[in-house]
């Protein structure tokens, strides 16, 4: 019996490998004809947290001047972000549809196309924004705000070998020390490396 399963171990496991890809393959495809949604990581906690301390009857007014000050300068590098996020993609992301969405906005998907929760490119919330397809991703803040990784819809890991996310390697670290949007690259990288696996799957996806 051991020696019969070592034989065809091989083949569990080129088949197991098989569907791995295919199934990996049909997402991407998916993707290609449908949207991703980039979730714009907001800290809303945080400015939330600030704000009822500032509220808050107990906190002296030399302290409620200083975190007053710090919601300002927090709710601002936001927008900023925010702006940059979108900018990001819109120049350098070309594989799919692409939408925005505030995080904490995510739940109210499951309302569909017309969620109204979709940002205009001032990222501004606009109700006229729908998404147009059915089929989507999510696209969230990776390991650092400049980078991004892809996840399903109910918020798990894309199955194995999905190009969910561009893994720099360290010569292109050190390279990006002097990149100045670093944040732009990353998408470029990214949007590249969903072009140059759906290409190299086109026979599985037949």
């Not at 998916?30 to 949207?35: A, V």
């Not at 939330?48 to 107990?58: C, H, N, R, S, V």
């Not at 918020?155 to 390697?169: A, E, L, Q, S, W």
Request: net charge neutral; glycine share 6%; charged share 25%.
């Amino acid at each position: 019996m051991g020696i019969l399963m070592t034989l065809i171990s091989p083949f569990y496991a080129q088949s197991d490998y098989d569907l791995a890809i295919s199934t990996a393959a049909e997402q991407l495809a998916g993707l290609h004809n449908g949207t991703l949604v980039v979730r714009i990581y907001m800290n809303k906690n945080k400015a939330d947290l600030l704000q009822k301390t500032i509220q808050d009857p107990a906190t002296s007014e030399e302290k409620r001047k200083s975190l007053s000050h710090l919601l300002k300068t927090h709710l601002e590098d936001r927008e900023l972000y925010k702006k940059n996020v979108i900018k990001a993609f819109r120049n350098e992301y070309h594989f799919s549809k692409v939408v925005f969405i505030h995080d904490y906005d995510q739940k109210k998907l499951a309302n569909g196309r017309e969620a109204g929760i979709f940002l205009n490119d001032q990222g501004i919330v606009d109700p006229s924004i729908k998404m147009e397809s059915d089929y989507y991703l999510l696209c969230g803040r990776g390991n650092n705000d400049d980078s991004f990784v892809i996840y399903a819809p109910n918020g798990d890991n894309m199955p194995t070998h999905f190009p969910n996310k561009y893994n720099r390697n360290i010569f292109e670290g050190l390279a990006s020390l002097f990149i100045k949007d670093k944040m732009a690259n990353y998408v470029r990288k990214l949007d590249g490396l969903l072009g140059n696996r759906y290409e190299m799957w086109k026979e599985v996806m037949k």
